[in-house]
């Protein structure tokens, strides 16, 4: 095969001039008749064969083609008076105004236009304003527009033609010292004396079931130009007199418009009889459903479903639970071969009401039939090697699966299907966090791959366990959550279990090789973690409290699990354990891990409770010393600032100075109360066991719950906002004290007096309406630069290339790193050495 | 301006050093990055079209980085 390479030199666009489009067509549009009696094309009616053909059997005497083959050709009508192009208006009002209304030549001379710097736009606003041609010292009058497509000079209506004959009379150079090349667009041909008529083609009528032909909305608007073209032109010729036929013009002129565009503020929608407004050129191309976005942006599919998504720990985490209905409707295409026949028959005898049964079959010869009970028979007949048919989904089948927006490419990923009963997709938990979905009414999608290369494809590129690793940090996106990690730290905390148990534990969790399970009757926690590691497993970590976690040859010797080792985003074993054991043993030993904590999760039994927010007397006592404390040395701060004793912070005037340290005072105060809770609440609190794995929750949630929310912050500081001079009416005005000023005592379960309720709402409506404001504008941003940056690659010199070769970056990030391989974008040299050192 | 700290070092390249930085990354000058002409940073080198100017930035991750921008 020969490739020919060529370049795009050069595009111009430019206008049609009247010639243009007689040239272009091919036939003369003159009655707005569509069909004879017997139901074929008029000539001369706008849906003349000449301009393609769009019913079976007819041929195209312009190029002899049939259906399908005759691309169509335009015709053109002839306007009995020129029109004004809606889309051109403002050019031609440009124009009107920086041309000299009798001599036709631009308003200022040559001198002048070669000394003024002025770009175009700044040189038309100029030009609107000069009175008199400096030319011909004719005055001049502003033109004004009287929408939609009216220009009115001096009180006076210009007509078209007027327009027309005053563009004509422009010269090129004129022309070209506005950046219009007249070679392409000369100004008069933006009025209109000949209008093209598109291919039929463009605009096909359907034949309804009832046999009834419903045109297509241009042919309407069309049909509609051409009736009131004729009238007018009988009219004029008539010598009818010039109200009428000033009448029939502007209709003309309505029509065009609409023609062009059927949603101008101006001009009323033409409707169709039922009163819905056309869908005329404009309509066509614009917008969410215009030709851009709807059918060359977004396209359909089939062989996909959408439900709403609910939790499943108990499937793995590259599974995806696929209701029944579903798995019937969605089909997977499978050939019959030798080895199969037997096998795939069985679906075929199912049909598709029962399943695994199959919905169609493909004969030899390609024929499509639907398995019914009807037709079952008659297909069991032709049944061979080589045909092949759709059968339903099965356990174990490559799909994929997405939730939108589809920000990186860990939204969608390949699953393998479990059939389960039930109306919702089901995933695992531990891989909402890629797909950034929850449960609260989430609706995420399905595609099922209908090539074996599709599905290779898939499996290849798509697959959950390839995508671990975030390509954006270096990251683990997948680790495990919540129960699983409360689990898992409880485990290899404290917990001390009888071998049995033990035993037990780990059978319902899969694992059925006992070896690696230390001897003993008594079992720590840490040992049964153990025996779901590999052997050879030797790892040294962190802990979220900054303990050593050590495990040597496959056993946890120091240290617990938590959110540091095997959570979201920065897990470090996650990680380990991907890296050394590959994807799919990776991802079954985070799968075993998940299944752990959850089990052990479940047999201890797991409960937060409102009492785990009960504080001691004694801390209550001290919070409130403390609280006493604070206000008191705010009030000392409010006395210095009233009395002008205070000093200044640096780069601050009085009021900040002030501000700043209440706020400095009040945080402060906050951080004591939350430490003074932290260091008073039993280690078996439930709520804590929960912060402290990494869980869910945090200290801050604690203390805000038993002791104190504290200060609510709006934007940079306190509230400071409502009424002249303070935030409710109870307070004194100009009031700087705590209280007045969104500092709230209480704690959530103490209850929040009124006053304090109040601000906590303030705040809270501030930050949902921040939220609800951000998310579509960082969403547009987001969307703009990866659009921006979609074609980028890096080269195998680490160069960083678009698409056409162009060098972006000369070193892909200034270090040529794979942030892949990274931890959160560094490479972290401590660790390894430390690594390599207690290997040796 | 140029002494100031932020202005990373700006260098003309001779002809030699252009052929090897163009053969090193297999690029045309067109598939460089540009400067313009009249860019404050190259005042001072009397840089003509087509001479390939050499960046040394220095970066928070490899210390120095450099980068070649050819001039328009």
Redesign the interface.
Known sequence: MKYIYKKVGSITFGLLSSEMIRKMAVCKVVTPELYDKEGYPVDGGLMDVRMGVIDPGLVCPTDGKKLRDCPGYFGYIELARPVVHIKYVDVILAILRSFCSECNKILMTEEKLGASKLNKKELMAKLRNIKKCPHCQVKQYTVKIEKPTSFVENDRRLSPIQVKSRFEKISDDDLRKFGIDPQSARPEWMILTDLPVPPVTTRPSITLETGERSEDDLTHKLSDIVRINQRLFENINAGAPEIIVEDLWDLLQYHITTYFDNSISSVPPARHRGGQPLKTLTERIKSKEGRFRHNLAGKRVNFSARTFITPDPRIKFNEVGVPLIVAKELTVPERVTEWNLNYLKKFVENGSEIYPGANYFFSLDGKKKKITEDTKEQILEEFQIGCYIERHLLDGDTVVFNRQPSLHRMSIMCHKVRILPGKSFRLNPSVCNPYNADFDGDEMNLHVPQTEEARAEAEILMEVENHIISPKNGLNVIGTTTDAITGNFLLTKYMKISREEAVDILYSIGISDFSNLKSGKILEGKDVFSAILPKDLSFIGTSKEKHDVIIKNGKLIEGVIDKATIGEDNGTLIRRLHAVYGAEEGIELINKIFRLGVEILLRKGFTSSISDTDLSKDVIMKNKEKLIYVENKVNEIIEEHKTGKLELLPGMDEYGTVETLILRQLNQLRDKIGENVYENVSENNPTIIMARSGAKGNFLNLAQMSAMVGQQAMGEGRINMGYKGRTLSTFKRNSLSPESRGFIKNGYKQGLTPVEFFFHSITGRDSLMDTALRTPKSGYLYRRLANALQDMRIEY?N?L?DA?????Q??F???G?DVSKTEGGKINVQRIVREVKANV | MMKHILIPEHRKLNEEETKEILKKYNVSRKQLPRIKINDAAILELNPEKGDIIEIIRSSPTTGKSYFYRVVV
């Not at chain 1, 056409?804 to 972006?808: N, V």
């Open positions: 010199d160069t290339r056409s070769g162009k060098i972006i000369f070193k990030g200034d270090d790193l």
